[in-house]
């Protein structure tokens, strides 16, 4: 059987992931694979800290759906402002999830429904990122 | 004193955010606010494994410097495609600082510098979020 080098580097890099990153950051337990969802919101109004409370407010109450592993929400940080940070944004929501599976379940969940009939009239643009962590 | 209703409401928001969100998840201990940074890279050669790899094992590296809190590297996840996802990045990377002021010491760090000049090369585009969680 002929395995092509591409193939082996993938599988090395994918593979062995866990056990590199464990030992890089220094942790005794690995973490196995996630699925890291961050969603970044931008208001209809952006100066109404009504309307971003009201999101905000909309975002923690997902913290009820139980196959959510992690759940930080925040506005943009006072970094330094450099020509890559898009600082644009007025609310973000990052979420864990432990597969692709349990990310379709938040997605179709009816507590997920109510958010986006209860907060949807608030934002004018959504952007979403969902990344495997390797 | 006069306290406009606005500014009341902000400080309810930001200033009761880490209770609510102990409670609103379960969490018996509540967490510090954190700052969030995510980072999102497009390669150059976007086809490149070994590009790829060369992106991932660098940021490995970056774990080296202490007031990093988390990192967590990633691709693209499998999930749904839907309009507001963008997966078209290539390579992701989110750490987690207690401040900005640990964010800065992380942008100035020698091992960010040398993260840069080994694989600066092998991206076009760079977009940096950052978020203070709330």
Do not use: N
């Amino acid at each position: 059987m002929t395995v092509k080098r591409r193939d082996v580097v993938k599988a090395v890099t994918l593979g062995g992931a866990v056990a590199i990153s464990g030992a890089a950051s220094g942790a005794a337990r690995p973490e196995a694979a996630k699925i890291v969802h961050h969603v970044f919101f931008w208001l209809k109004t952006p100066d109404s800290i009504a309307d971003r409370d009201q999101l905000i407010a909309g975002l923690r109450a997902l913290a009820r759906i139980p196959v959510i592993r992690r759940l930080q929400i925040g506005v943009p940080a006072s970094t330094e402002q450099r020509d890559v940070v898009d600082a644009s944004f007025d609310v973000s929501e990052l979420m864990v999830f432990d597969s692709v599976a349990d990310q379709k379940i938040y997605q179709d969940h009816p507590v997920h429904h109510d958010f986006i009939a209860k907060c949807g009239h608030l934002w004018r643009k959504v952007v979403v990122y969902d990344m495997l962590t390797v």
